[in-house]
């Protein structure tokens, strides 16, 4: 990592924890809808610190090539790479990250953070087509999350993502912390859903900003898919034309 990254990540752990508890971005009926969806067995809450060992920057990193994302009121498409994330040292539920978007011919580097707000774990896991996972976790759940993050000022279209996350995991028989992918032969089956808008730095307009993996959260009329997400031909103009699942 270079010494102006190193630089930028230690003047934002100054500032993180105040802009996180200013975030209005919260989507509670999102949420507990998305939850209904993942499992019809209830979720418990668990103490963060009893998973302040465990990194899930893997499970964020895992699968790049399934993130898909819109932004705005076409819902143009939008691509999310996550570059990096890094654990901090000083607050085990926060990770660094530096990552890039793609909105038609404009492309943005962004730098922020992901803060774990809450675990949890289900009551009865979920151990996939004919129980095929059975015997083989010993944990199971989501991490719900809020996230901000920052486009270069000095550069046009640019602005922040504000917004709330979910992403499941589980833990296998060896306390190794897994990507929840158990289930994915579902319809309805998605991972890493990040909820949330962008705000213009230039015209303070803020927008609907949202991705994931497998589908979008929020998308509406543009997901017309039943088995895996396919857009809605009306949209196409807005670079879902040459979309390949």
């Not at 990194?55 to 990096?84: A, C």
């Not at 730098?111 to 087509?129: C, M, V």
């Not at 039943?226 to 031909?233: D, Q």
Request: charged share 20%.
């Amino acid at each position: 990592m270079n010494k102006k990254i190193i630089i930028t990540i230690a003047v934002y752990t100054l500032f993180i924890n105040d802009i996180l508890s200013q975030s209005n971005c919260k989507k509670e009926d999102w949420l507990q809808k998305n939850l209904e969806v993942i499992s019809d067995s209830p979720f418990n809450q668990k103490l963060l610190s009893d998973y302040q060992v465990l990194d899930f920057s893997q499970i964020m990193l895992s699968n790049p090539d399934t993130y898909i994302g819109l932004i705005g009121k076409n819902k143009k498409r939008l691509y999310v790479k996550f570059n990096s994330l890094t654990k901090s040292l000083h607050n085990t539920s926060i990770y660094f990250v530096i990552g890039q978007t793609v909105v038609g011919i404009n492309k943005r580097n962004f730098y922020g953070s992901l803060e774990i707000k809450r675990i949890l774990s289900l009551e009865e896991y979920n151990f996939g087509i004919d129980d095929w996972m059975k015997g083989k976790i010993i944990d199971q759940g989501v991490a719900i999350g809020e996230y901000k993050f920052f486009e270069n000022p000095k550069l046009s279209a640019t602005g922040e993502f504000c917004g709330t996350f979910i992403c499941r995991w589980y833990i296998d028989n060896n306390g190794i912390l897994r990507y929840d992918n158990i289930d994915n032969d579902s319809d309805s089956y998605c991972n890493n859903q990040f909820m949330g808008t962008w705000t213009s730095y230039k015209t303070k307009k803020t927008i609907q900003c949202c991705w994931g993996q497998y589908r979008i959260p929020g998308s509406g009329d543009l997901d017309i898919g039943a088995a895996e997400f396919s857009p809605n031909p009306s949209y196409y103009r807005y670079g879902w034309d040459n979309y390949i699942p």
